[in-house]
């Protein structure tokens, strides 16, 4: 008899194998991939970024109205494009911004600063021009890391002075005319009753208008444009100051409530006459403008909180 243990089949072997060096290298190959996709990524969005830094530093930008100081053109909660090359590019037309100031305000809800880095000063403007009278622009006030929007009233050589309230240029008074008030429909971006006590009209079909008197000033150079002129207050008479070179003098338009180049630096404003170099650029349309209602987490208010007829306004004025 043949030995029937030798004819039954060796059991298959129940050990796992061991890796060879193909799936060593297949993994290796998948995490090179996903290395490099991550890289790619990053690489796209950071050319992204650095495109609309670069749009923004030399072409245009986005500019949001924080305060009353151009109204009635401006309101608080307008926003405009503003040209970056109308005047050429200085110290202060990169847009850098500022990660730890943007987490502090948007995620830590600390009190509001700028988002962006401001260089230090530095001479001159790449293919520079001077503005013209009656230009409205972005500018940063010597020392600060924050934009203000005014309108240019004088140019290198003039003597600007305010008395009693009238702009004069030269030692001319601008020409001067009383129009219909603005009626200001009144809203959480332009509450009349606190800004401008005493100015509100009540309805009774909504919140009331702020009734806020108008003088249209006409420039030199023919161009004309609305002021508010609310009474007596502290900016109504500034002694005569002639624009040294290389400077503009700004003022806003409700010339009651600007803190403009008639005030110090101390005093929030823009301390007499700015260099041009710290011109930020020109502002040119309203793009859309908000009433203030809006809140992120109800969408609901995101298209409610748009005030109408206001986008496309151009700043730009026209010549008499």
């Not at 009383?178 to 509450?191: C, E, G, L, T």
């Not at 100051?241 to 101390?266: E, I, K, Q, T, Y």
């Amino acid at each position: 008899m043949s030995n029937q243990a030798d004819a039954v089949p060796a059991p298959a072997a129940m050990s796992m194998a061991a890796p060879t060096d193909d799936n060593k290298g297949t993994k290796k190959d998948a995490n090179k991939d996903k290395g490099s996709a991550l890289w790619h990524e990053i690489k796209g969005l950071s050319l992204v970024i650095l495109a609309v830094l670069g749009f923004h530093s030399f072409i245009a930008k986005p500019f949001y109205i924080p305060s009353e100081s151009m109204m009635p053109a401006l309101l608080k909660g307008d926003r405009l494009v503003v040209s970056k090359f109308a005047y050429g590019w200085s110290f202060v037309s990169p847009t850098i911004p500022n990660p730890a100031a943007i987490l502090r305000t948007v995620v830590l809800r600390g009190p509001a600063e700028p988002w962006g880095v401001t260089l230090p000063f530095m001479k001159g403007r790449l293919l520079g021009s001077m503005p013209e009278r009656g230009d409205v622009v972005i500018v940063t006030p010597p020392g600060a890391n924050e934009d203000y929007i005014k309108r240019v009233i004088g140019l290198p050589g003039d003597v600007v002075e305010v008395r009693g309230g009238r702009l004069a240029l030269n030692g001319t008074l601008v020409r001067y005319e009383v129009r219909p008030p603005a009626m200001v429909a009144i809203d959480a971006n332009a509450p009349c009753g606190r800004d401008f006590p005493g100015f509100e009209v009540t309805s009774s079909q909504g919140p009331g208008y702020c009734r806020l008197p108008v003088v249209r000033e006409t420039l030199s150079n023919g161009v004309s444009y609305d002021t508010i002129e609310l009474g007596p207050s502290q900016g109504d008479d500034f002694a005569p100051v002639r624009v040294p070179a290389g400077h503009v003098f700004l003022m806003g338009d409700n010339r009651d409530r600007s803190a403009d180049s008639r005030f110090s630096l101390a005093e929030q404003g823009l301390g007499g006459p700015v260099p041009w170099e710290n011109l930020g650029g020109r502002a040119e349309f309203i793009t859309f403008s908000l009433d203030g209602s809006t809140r992120l987490t109800d969408p609901t208010t995101w298209f409610s909180a748009f005030r109408g007829g206001r986008a496309g306004d151009s700043l730009r004025t026209d010549k008499e």
